[in-house]
């Protein structure tokens, strides 16, 4: 920790820091007014994929830079999962070098165009940036800020592939290929492993492609990070899955050394009530999946997925409001959130929520599903729902929610997705037998280094910390890359 | 990619298709399926692998023609690429040797039948089959059949082949004809159902082997879903075999129906389109 404050005092003392500090009074940085994400019309872009936030324009990048007063004890950073240097690369937008700004997010975070995307910002950096913690203000718009460095590297075509070193010729093996096995795969390549990564699915990037929706996050800005990684000599091995198509030990046979596992919290769960199973109600994993894998909205691709006119989504976090707002884009004339607890406790980005609400969306919050009703055919047509109130708070800190008793009523729905969490995907514990899980099923890892209870298994992200957010998972990945380095290093010098 | 190694036309709306799928090929067992794709824009469909040859690095698959992507994979040729396969997926069948065993298979049914008739007569069982159709030009992979089976049984609904009658009647002339230690049946929904019930009445222990619409094939999306003993379980990576007599088949039958016309439509625009192309 010493060293890092020390390296951070020696970069921030550097002359063309200390110059662009001085070149405004920070009086005049405070006073400005933090800025607007440009956004596409409501009424428009819920009946398109178009994405809703536009970016910023070069002038109020700058402009929102300056607003940064490159603080001696950078707090934002603490809130940073993985300690970008924040008012560096925003000083760097400051002196109008974008693509500087840009390699310095990549030092710490390889998938700044997704972060600045998707990040909770709102309880990340920007919840402890000076303005937010005294001077009571609007955050500095870090996410904001990142998205633009990174989108400006892109789109000038002047992105840089890190330097690999040369190639130690030791394979290791990455199974998932969501942003913590990304994360992982990227850092060993740099380290000069032969690296594979094995993707279950057809199409790689994990929870980033079949997940979140076009709108939040167009799938090229994935593709461009994953093309770079194939440019760093990244492997990608689709439609395998480790344990089935070929198990650990068939791996290890292959000349495999060490692996990442970062499988993801693959299965989704329902409440178990009445009627749950009847058609027209999914988990929201199978509506994504069906609209933003198989682009099944897309009359040319053979999957099908039901477009309801009565949509309700049970739940209150980034997938309910994916799986809310992309029932709009199908053309529901009613798509509703059900959610138990307030506004207040919902586990979704802020943003999202605003930008659902001028979509259109209802919120029927403090409201829980008791049951569902379909009609001879089997197909839902109406639910049972029963208002709730809160309680005193639960192991969460949340509120916990209690029935309003009498308080039930009916809402027909010809559609309903299911969003109340997901549960690790199990695959890999099943798969191995000596593997240490917890009783929910996540792998028990070493904090530092991720190694698992087998010496050669690391792990992270979603499959560790039973979901979280993409900046933790790919965290995860780059602490069991080093870890890996570490440990592969060390059985090398002992044999 | 998976290249197409060889074809084999069964009937007009069955193929075998021999695969290349070396890692597959080693690893699957009886009872195991994979998940294919054709094209870009193709959906995701489960398959039985009929049989596999580790040596060869290959894998067999018996399709029925019933919509547009079974349509689309029946109609690949010697040389044409898959162009995903995944697996192999679900449970392993629970083989063994346990004296008689009464296979049941009707429609989509019958294709991945054929690995567990194979796979209990290899284990040492007397193994009666009992095919079952509408009607005579329905009846598929009945020669297939009669090389694993001590004997082979036709039912259909209007007598033009074999005996006429549902499945379940052929089922009770062999249960009350000899003792039946196990009985496996595999089909609709509806058939699955009245082929449970008979064998509880006599109480003998039955799988069902469930082909319910999957999407991902492994355990993520929960389009599988079923109720057994009144617990929802996903066919794809709990299945696909369970006892019989827990299925809840109406609810089964009713979600198997869930895109129906969506698929309907689809087929008859692939039907068209391929006229116009041939
Ligand atoms: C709809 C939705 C919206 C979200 N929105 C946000 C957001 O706005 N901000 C945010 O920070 N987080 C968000 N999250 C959470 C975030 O996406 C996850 O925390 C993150 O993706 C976890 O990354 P991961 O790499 O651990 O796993 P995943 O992204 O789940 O990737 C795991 C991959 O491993 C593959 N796999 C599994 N088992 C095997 C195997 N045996 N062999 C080979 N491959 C295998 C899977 O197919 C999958 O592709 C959202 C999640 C969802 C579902
Ligand atoms: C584990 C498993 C193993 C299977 N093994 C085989 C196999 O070895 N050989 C084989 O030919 N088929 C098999 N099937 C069935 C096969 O997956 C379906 O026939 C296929 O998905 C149909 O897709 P399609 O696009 O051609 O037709 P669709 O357009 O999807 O459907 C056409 C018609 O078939 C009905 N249908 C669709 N899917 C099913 C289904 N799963 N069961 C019953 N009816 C259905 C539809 O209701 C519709 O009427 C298996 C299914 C499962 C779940
Ligand atoms: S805390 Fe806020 S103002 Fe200070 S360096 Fe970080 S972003 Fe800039
Ligand atoms: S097919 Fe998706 S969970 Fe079974």
Not at chain 1, 427 to 451: C, F, H, R, S, Y
Not at chain 2, 53 to 76: F, R
Not at chain 2, 252 to 260: E, I, N, Q, T
Request: net charge neutral; glycine share 10%.
């Amino acid at each position: 920790m010493e060293n890092i404050l020390e390296y951070l005092k020696e970069e921030r003392s550097q002359e063309w820091r200390a110059e662009i500090r001085k070149s405004m009074k920070a009086k005049e940085r405070t006073s400005r007014e933090r800025v607007k994400m440009p956004e596409e019309d409501p009424n428009v872009r819920n009946k398109s994929n178009i994405e809703v936030n536009s970016g910023l324009p070069i002038e109020n990048a700058i402009l929102e830079a300056q607003r940064c007063l490159d603080c001696p004890d950078p707090t934002c950073m603490t809130g940073c999962p993985v300690g970008i240097n924040i008012p560096k690369f925003i000083k760097k937008i400051e002196t109008k070098d974008f693509l500087g700004a840009a390699s310095v997010l990549k030092e710490t975070n390889g998938l700044p165009a997704v972060c600045g995307r998707v990040c909770p910002q709102e309880v990340q950096c920007e919840s402890t940036c000076f303005y937010t913690i005294k001077l009571k203000k609007p955050p500095v718009a870090i996410g904001y800020l990142e998205r633009f460095a990174a989108d400006y590297e892109r789109e000038s075509g002047k992105m840089n592939v890190p330097n690999v070193a040369d190639s130690n010729k030791i394979k290791v093996g990455i199974v998932g290929s969501g942003p913590a096995g990304l994360a992982a795969a990227g850092d060993l390549a740099k380290f000069g492993y032969d690296v594979t990564v094995f993707e279950a699915l057809h199409e790689i990037g994990g929870v980033l492609k079949y997940g979140i929706p076009e709108f939040r996050l167009p799938n090229v800005i994935v593709d461009v990070e994953i093309d770079n990684l194939k440019k760093m000599g990244v492997k990608f091995r689709t439609n395998f899955i480790v344990g089935k198509t070929a198990s650990f030990d068939d791996l290890k046979k292959d000349g495999f050394e060490a692996f990442f596992v970062g499988s993801g919290a693959g299965l989704p769960r329902f409440m178990n009530i009445p009627g749950e199973n009847y058609n027209g109600i999914f988990s929201s994993n199978e509506y994504l999946t069906r609209v933003n894998l198989m682009n099944a909205a897309d009359p040319d691709y053979d999957t099908p997925v039901i477009s309801g006119k009565n949509v309700a989504v049970i739940g209150g976090g980034n997938t309910a409001m994916d799986s809310v707002r992309t029932a709009k884009r199908l053309g529901a004339d009613r798509a509703m959130i059900i959610y138990r607890r307030s506004e207040k406790e919902m586990p979704a980005r802020v943003e999202e929520i605003k930008h659902a609400k001028e979509e259109d969306i209802e919120f029927m919050n403090l409201h829980n599903p008791l049951e569902y009703y379909a009609d001879e055919s089997g197909r839902v047509n109406r639910m049972k729902i029963q208002k709730m109130e809160l309680g005193e708070p639960d192991a969460s800190g949340r509120r916990r929610p209690v029935p309003i008793e009498g308080s039930e009523f009916y809402v027909d729905v010809d559609t309903v997705v299911v969003s109340v969490g997901v549960s690790p995907n199990p695959l890999i514990p099943k798969a191995l037998a000596d593997l240490k899980v917890t009783d929910w099923g996540t792998i028990v890892v070493d904090k530092e280094t991720m190694q698992s209870s087998i010496p050669e298994l690391f792990a992270g992200g979603d499959i560790v910390r039973g979901g979280a957010t993409v900046i933790l998972a790919m965290g995860d990945g780059r602490k069991a890359a080093a870890g890996m380095h570490k440990y592969i290093q060390e059985k090398i010098k002992a044999n | 990619m998976s290249k197409i190694l060889e074809k084999e036309i069964f009937s007009k709306n069955v193929v075998k298709l021999v695969l290349d799928a070396p890692e597959i090929a080693r690893t699957r067992k009886p009872g195991h399926f994979v998940i294919i794709k054709i094209g870009k824009k193709g959906e995701r469909i489960p398959l039985t692998i009929a049989s596999a040859d580790a040596k060869k690095g290959n894998i067999t698959l018996v399709v029925q023609k019933v919509g547009v992507t079974s349509g689309k994979l029946c109609n690949l040729e010697v040389g044409d690429e898959v162009t995903d396969v995944v697996g192999p997926l679900g449970e392993a069948t629970h083989i063994e040797k346990v004296g008689t065993v009464l296979c049941a298979g009707g429609g989509v049914g019958v294709a991945p039948l054929l690995p567990i008739v194979e796979g209990f007569k290899k284990a040492g069982n007397r193994v009666i089959t009992i095919l079952a159709a509408r009607s005579k030009d329905l009846i598929i992979l009945e020669k297939q059949m009669r090389e694993f089976s001590d004997e082979v049984i036709i039912m259909t609904d209007d007598g033009s082949y074999g005996k006429k009658g549902l499945v379940t009647a052929g089922m009770e002339e062999v249960i009350q004809r000899e003792k039946v230690n196990l009985s496996v049946v595999i089909g609709p929904a509806i058939m699955m159902k009245y082929a449970a019930l008979t064998t509880k009445k006599y109480n003998i222990e039955t799988y069902a082997s469930l082909n319910t619409i999957m999407v991902d094939g492994t355990g993520m999306c929960g389009a599988c879903r079923v109720s057994v003993g009144g617990r929802t379980k996903f066919v794809c990576v709990d299945g696909p075999e369970f006892d019989a007599h827990q299925v809840d088949f109406d609810e089964m039958l009713a979600r198997l129906g869930a895109y129906k016309d969506q698929e309907l439509e689809a087929y008859e625009r692939y039907l068209k389109t391929a006229e116009t192309l041939s």
